[in-house]
């Protein structure tokens, strides 16, 4: 999942959504302002700010090397302008248009970009809200190898002929039931289907997720399936024989009973990551009991004597509540989960005396009022999250934190930001969200200050950041230090 100056406009020119740091190369100079340029040799771009086509042609010339491009925003651009936008990057591997975006292509601009003079490492199309007709998803290039589509038209055989076709997305389609898949596929989304029970699903098919499918019941899924993520499928009972399973994940699905995913746990002796969500009949603790190999659980059942009965072997731990009441937690809650590395919590009333383990290296933490810096005391953490904490001020934060995301915190201050950073000596990494006192116009003196820091964000409105984490708003601005000079 989941930050400079709030005077930014939506008529400034298009700002950056720099992916994870570990997807890019070294950049060769700092992204500061709406004049900066990006970081030569920027792998991966996420347009927003609500660019004109002249803006975004001007920045894709600069940046014509890009393999993957996404757009976040495209209110002010049109299907030509995107088109002649993208004539220059030769080497576009993936294009996206994001689900919380409209896709202002026609079906020929469309053909243009992935039939165009040097497109032919264009392999992989995300375009959820272009509805296309079979005949029109059978003219694109057979050397996809990742679809993103909506469609309400297929016929039995449209995909077959993508032989390369390793990741499938399908939304909206009411009939799927008869539809040939791929031999290689490897990885299928299916969104609101009415009817999917019955389609033949590749036996090599590695992970499948399934939301709003009215029909699903699971029966016929390969025994292949290292990863099954089903929500809000009503006829979905479960499935007894998936040994290969590595990602379990549920919600909402009505009709699975404790005695079905207690027997998907056992048969699945490899599994790792189990998520449990909205599932009041089922007896979470009995669940994760019954799979010996699961390091990583989510769940929204969060009686305090759960948490002290599961089991010490976790790793990561996220206690979901959703929109409920505050809960309370004893001190020494977490005490026996001696190899926990990752925890998130959410609505616990009270922090005083919570005792955390002191192997946890990430922390996230939202409405939590009461939780303050000093609850940390102890703590070697490397990435600390906090969300709508009034009572956080960000003083007194672990010297060892390389990440740090504050939103919505009202009590920090510019002036705490400056002690927190003489204090934080390792930080690479600093995001704020949210209206409050601290509008700086530059970070250059942090930078200067501290010699850590790679990237800094500042973003003035929390509900623009709730689509999807790692991308900002026209809102936000971006500071990178610039890489060292190379050596001759």
């Known amino acids: 999942m989941e930050e400079a100056s709030a005077s930014t406009s939506s008529s400034s020119s298009p700002l950056l959504a720099l992916p994870p740091q570990n997807l890019l190369p070294e950049p060769k100079a700092p992204l500061e302002t709406k004049e900066a340029r990006a970081p030569e040799g920027l792998q991966k771009l996420v347009i927003e700010g609500d660019p004109t086509d002249a803006e975004l042609k001007d ?60 497109r032919e490492h264009l392999v992989k199309l995300c375009l959820p809200y272009l509805e296309l007709r079979d005949d029109q998803v059978a003219q694109l290039p057979e050397r996809m190898t990742a679809l993103n589509l909506k469609s309400q038209d297929l016929q039995d055989d449209t995909f077959l002929r993508f032989v390369n076709l390793k990741r499938l997305v399908l939304h909206g ?45 699971g029966t016929g899924l390969p025994r292949s399936l290292t990863s099954l ?4 499928c009503s006829e979905f009972a479960g499935h007894r024989d998936l040994p290969n399973l590595k990602r379990l994940e549920l919600d909402s699905c009505d009709k699975v009973t404790n005695e079905v995913v207690l027997a998907m746990v056992r048969k699945a002796a490899s599994l790792e990551h189990l998520s449990l969500l909205s599932l009041p009949d089922l007896d979470h603790l009995e669940i994760v009991r019954q799979a010996p190999s699961v ?38 809650t977490f005490a026996h ?43 070697h953490l490397e990435r600390l999250k906090v969300f709508d904490c009034d009572g956080f001020a960000g003083l007194g934060l672990p010297g060892s934190l390389q990440t740090l995301h504050m939103s919505g915190c009202s009590k920090v201050t510019r002036e705490h930001l400056g002690i927190m950073l003489g204090q934080l000596r390792s930080l690479a990494f ?49 500071w990178r230090r610039p890489a060292p000079p190379s050596l001759p």
């Open 173 to 217: 389609p009411e009939v799927l039931k008869g539809i040939a898949l791929p031999a290689g596929l490897k990885q299928l989304g299916i969104y609101g289907c009415d009817r999917f029970t019955g389609t033949h699903l590749p036996d090599g098919l590695e992970e499948l997720s399934a939301d709003g499918c009215c029909d699903f019941t």
């Open 430 to 478: 600093l995001r704020h969200i949210g209206f409050g006192p601290f509008r700086p116009d530059s970070f250059s003196d942090l930078f200067a200050s501290h010699p850590t820091l790679q990237e800094a964000v500042w973003h003035s409105d929390p509900d623009l950041t709730a689509r999807f984490e790692g991308s900002l708003s026209q809102c936000a601005k971006v």
């Open 295 to 332: 390091t990583s659980l989510q769940t929204d059942q969060i009686k305090p004597a759960l948490v002290h009965a599961l089991p010490p072997r976790l790793v990561s731990l996220d206690l979901a509540e959703r929109d409920g009441d505050e809960f309370q937690l004893e001190g020494n």
């Open 229 to 232: 993520s089903v929500e809000d």
């Open 337 to 379: 989960l001696n190899r926990l590395q990752e925890l998130s919590l959410c609505r616990v009333g009270d922090f005083t005396g919570l005792g955390l383990p002191a192997s946890l290296r990430s922390l996230s933490v939202c409405y939590c009022p009461s939780f303050e810096s000093q609850n940390l005391g102890g703590l």
């Open 59 to 118: 920045l894709l010339l600069r940046n014509r090397w890009v393999r993957t491009l996404e757009f976040s925003s495209t209110k002010k651009l049109t299907s030509e302008g995107i088109v002649s936008a993208l004539e220059p990057c030769r080497m576009l591997e993936e294009l996206e248009f994001s689900h919380y975006t409209g896709c202002p292509l026609t079906f020929g601009d469309l053909l243009r970009i992935v039939r165009g003079e040097g």
